[in-house]
C-alpha cells in the first residue's frame, strides 16, 4: 500500500523556522522524484520546492529560494522541507507528492501551516 504521510506542519510567528517531514512506504522511493506543494484558501495549488532522485538537484519557486530547503534521505524513505525566515504569506496546507520516471504520481494527506502574530 503507498503512503506519503507529511507532519511537522502548525503555527509559528512570522520570522520562524519549521521543518517539515514526509514519510514514504509502498514504493520504490529511491527511483521518484519528489515534491513539495502547497494551497493556500482561495488559491490554486503551487508547486514550493522539488529534488530529482540521485543525484537529488533541487528547484525552488521563486518566493522561496533563500528560505527553503528541500532534502531527502532515501535510508529513510523520507523528504524534509526546512522552512526559515516564514511569513504570513507561506500560510497553506502543504502536500508532499512523489513522481516516477514514468508519470506515476502519489501524495499526502497534506499538513497545515499557519503563520502569524
Known amino acids: 500500500q503507498v503512503r506519503l504521510v507529511e507532519s511537522g506542519g502548525g503555527l509559528v510567528q512570522p520570522g520562524g523556522s519549521l521543518r517539515l517531514s514526509c514519510a514514504a512506504s509502498?514504493?520504490?522511493?529511491?527511483?521518484?522524484?519528489l515534491r513539495w506543494y502547497r494551497q493556500a484558501p482561495g488559491k490554486e495549488r503551487e508547486l514550493v520546492a522539488g529534488?530529482?532522485?540521485?543525484?537529488?538537484?533541487?528547484t525552488y519557486a521563486d518566493s522561496v529560494k533563500g528560505r527553503f530547503t528541500i532534502s531527502r534521505d532515501n535510508a529513510k524513505n523520507q523528504v524534509y522541507l526546512q522552512m526559515n525566515s516564514l511569513k504570513p504569506e507561506d500560510t497553506a496546507v502543504y502536500y508532499c507528492?512523489?513522481?516516477?520516471?514514468?508519470?506515476?504520481?502519489?501524495w499526502g494527506q497534506g499538513t497545515q501551516v499557519t503563520v502569524s502574530s
Open positions: 509502498g514504493f520504490p522511493f529511491s527511483s521518484y522524484g
Open positions: 529534488i530529482t532522485r540521485p543525484p537529488g538537484g533541487t
Open positions: 507528492n512523489a513522481r516516477s520516471p514514468f508519470g506515476h504520481e502519489h
